[in-house]
């Protein structure tokens, strides 16, 4: 088939799966309109790629699945659906590069027919091979040209199967500030400048807030109970919010849960703690130098699938990169609101009972924050001209 001329500004399709993936993309999309101001982008994404002129032919919540394999099977028919359009199109259009960002079980297979076919592909985020699923190192091989690695770590793993790799650190280390000014947060949100402040982060994706989004709030409703002063922000999707507002009434929390659209880095950074999903918002917390106690909860059979397939005994983002339990994990039948109620305290407490706790942490989140600080737009950008040039 013969590639159709392309002027020195080159066309990129992209697909971001979930909240993450949108903010992950439109920083990288942001070096690459910096390098090509005439750039043109489109496939699937949401409101951080729109911003800057990305095309989106479907929302990245049409692809947003929580869970191993329950909930992609409920769904099944309409995402491949999806893959199938967008595939079809892709080959029609013929752009200079395809960049999947996230959602490994959607690109991958995208990534491999489109390479099939001359399209040049780059998966940006290595998936976990390192902490679970370690059979995806074939699929990797096959499906991309090059891997765009937010880990350190990764590449010489990569390299050791025959997969190209490059370290371009973690784009929101450059984002967040390495000293957050929570004073100036509290100020921005209207939020009280003294009194503790809990930040409530239970995901952003549908079966997310559908199996943390009630036990963070009652455990909000226990803490306010043993600590009536409390105070609590929650960032909410759009389209969830008449549902979260609803579990806040009932549980009598509307006179001291401030509700956000969206806006999550605010409440990371006018926060005491935060209760928060695990995912990738949890480095988020991280970066943002605060305590957290992470939660994660899906239907019984997902969980026994992830649990076979676990290779290291943390799911936390900031445990996982320590390499040890420096943050709770309270995950499945253990992420009862009790339980996630008395691990938040605990860490409200740590600067009158345990500060070497906190400080210790501190230390330990401001070291992982320069590890992962690199120019990674920059960098990254110079990895994608280089395969354009190949």
């Not at 729109?50 to 990245?60: D, M």
């Not at 079980?105 to 027919?113: G, R």
């Not at 929101?172 to 982060?201: C, F, H, K, N, Q």
């Not at 009598?252 to 880095?265: E, K, M, P």
Request: net charge positive; charged share 20%; glycine share 6%.
């Amino acid at each position: 088939m013969d590639v159709p001329e392309r002027s020195a500004a080159p066309a990129v399709a992209m697909v971001a799966g979930e909240v993450s993936g949108d903010l992950l993309a439109g920083l990288l999309l942001g070096g690459l309109k910096k390098r090509w101001p005439e750039l043109s982008s489109y496939g699937i994404g949401g409101p951080h790629m729109e911003r800057l002129g990305f095309s989106a032919w479907w929302s990245f919540q049409k692809l947003a699945v929580h869970g191993f394999n329950w909930e992609l099977l409920r769904r099944y028919r309409e995402i491949v659906g999806i893959r199938e359009q967008l595939r079809e199109r892709l080959l029609k259009e013929r752009p200079n590069i395809f960049i999947g960002t996230d959602a490994p079980d959607f690109n991958f297979k995208l990534e491999e027919d489109l390479r099939a076919a001359g399209i040049k592909t780059v998966h940006f985020v290595c998936p976990s091979v390192w902490a679970w699923r370690p059979d995806r190192m074939e699929k990797i091989r096959r499906s991309t040209d090059h891997v765009l690695c937010i880990f350190p770590f990764e590449p010489e793993l990569l390299a050791r199967h025959g997969i190209a790799a490059t370290y371009v650190g973690h784009p929101l280390a450059s984002v967040i500030p390495m000293e957050p000014d929570r004073a100036a947060a509290r100020v921005a949100l209207g939020l009280d400048a003294t009194a503790p402040l809990v930040a409530i982060l239970p995901g952003s994706r549908r079966s997310e807030i559908a199996h943390l989004a009630e036990r963070f709030i009652r455990a909000a409703a226990l803490m306010k109970a043993q600590r009536p002063a409390l105070r609590f922000v929650l960032p909410v999707v759009p389209g969830f919010r008449p549902q979260i507002e609803a579990m806040v009434q009932v549980n009598g929390l509307a006179d001291c849960v401030t509700l956000l659209n969206g806006q999550s880095h605010a409440a990371l950074a006018a926060c005491d703690v935060t209760l928060i999903a695990s995912g990738t918002a949890t480095l988020e917390a991280a970066l943002f130098k605060r305590p957290m106690v992470i939660a994660y909860h899906q239907n019984w059979l997902s969980w026994q699938i992830m649990r076979r397939k676990r290779l290291q005994p943390w799911v936390g983002l900031p445990n996982i990169l320590c390499a040890e339990f420096v943050v709770p994990e309270l995950l499945q039948d253990a992420a009862t609101p009790h339980a996630l109620a008395d691990a938040t305290l605990a860490w409200l407490a740590a600067p009158q009972q345990d500060p070497k706790r906190l400080q210790t942490l501190q230390t330990k989140f401001a070291t992982l924050h320069q590890e992962l600080q690199r120019d990674t737009a920059t960098i990254a950008t110079d990895a994608i001209q280089k395969i354009l040039q190949n």
